[in-house]
């Protein structure tokens, strides 16, 4: 956006913005997103802090999640349409599956970093309760005490850590095992993709499906929000300052 030039590793040409023509953008930003104004308040809340996050005062996490309830987290998140529009893609897809289903036949489903459970939210109701047997899985364990009591009534779900950047064989987890896996925009934050995948494929039956989607292109608000949560990347497919494998970077890496 040309307010730095950069030589190596020095930056010049620093252009000054006041506090009043920032306060400007922040009205612009807050018009132009009025239906979705936690977005514009991720931003500046982590803009503001970013100085003390870069020398290690604040932690990214309080930033990210801020002070509000996990369910006033919850409730916003729902609203995002990128959100919505790509989860209705996948429960579509897996109304597909359940309709090819014989009446003997056990579907086998793990979701890969299931959070807030937005995307399992979408899928229970839909499963047959009698022939599905749902594998929800994050790294934390708060993510997976919240969603044990969030879904509750869905007594075919199971909730397990999983690390998906190390091996699944290793948590505990028997190759070849699932019919579907899903991921909901959670695979960017690893560190190398190819490893990944490679583990994605220990977890899936042959024939298997796996449902992932990701966005595929930089995105600015990232870089200073859920960006200050990421680890190096160590794939080489990906520069440092985008996570965001492209559509064609995700289909030579799914070939592979």
Request: hydrophobic share 40%; net charge negative.
């Amino acid at each position: 956006h040309h307010q730095l030039q950069q030589d190596e590793e020095t930056f010049t040409n620093l252009l000054p913005v006041s506090v009043a023509s920032l306060k400007l953008l922040v009205d612009e930003a807050r018009t132009k997103w009025a239906d979705e104004p936690h977005r514009v308040d991720l931003v500046q809340r982590c803009g503001e802090k970013l100085a003390d996050v870069l020398i290690g005062k604040v932690d990214p996490l309080e930033l990210v999640f801020s002070d509000s309830s996990f369910d006033e987290q919850e409730k916003l998140i729902q609203k995002v349409t990128l959100i919505r529009y790509y989860n209705a893609i996948i429960k579509a897809v897996v109304q597909q599956i359940i309709h090819a289903l014989s009446p003997t036949a056990n579907l086998k489903i793990l979701e890969l970093g299931g959070g807030m459970g937005m995307t399992t939210s979408c899928l229970l109701p839909i499963l047959p309760p009698q022939q599905t047997s749902y594998t929800f899985t994050d790294v934390g364990r708060l993510f997976l005490n919240r969603a044990q009591q969030k879904f509750s009534a869905y007594p075919f779900v199971q909730y397990r850590l999983l690390n998906i950047e190390q091996s699944p064989r290793e948590q505990e987890y028997d190759n070849h095992s699932f019919d579907v896996v899903i991921a909901s925009n959670v695979l960017h934050v690893t560190r190398n993709i190819g490893e990944t995948l490679g583990y994605i494929h220990s977890l899936l039956v042959p024939g298997g499906l796996f449902l992932n989607w990701e966005i595929t292109q930089p995105q600015l608000d990232f870089d200073i929000t859920d960006g200050l949560l990421m680890q190096p990347l160590a794939d080489g497919k990906r520069n440092q300052g985008n996570p965001f494998l492209s559509k064609e970077q995700w289909q030579e890496a799914l070939q592979t």
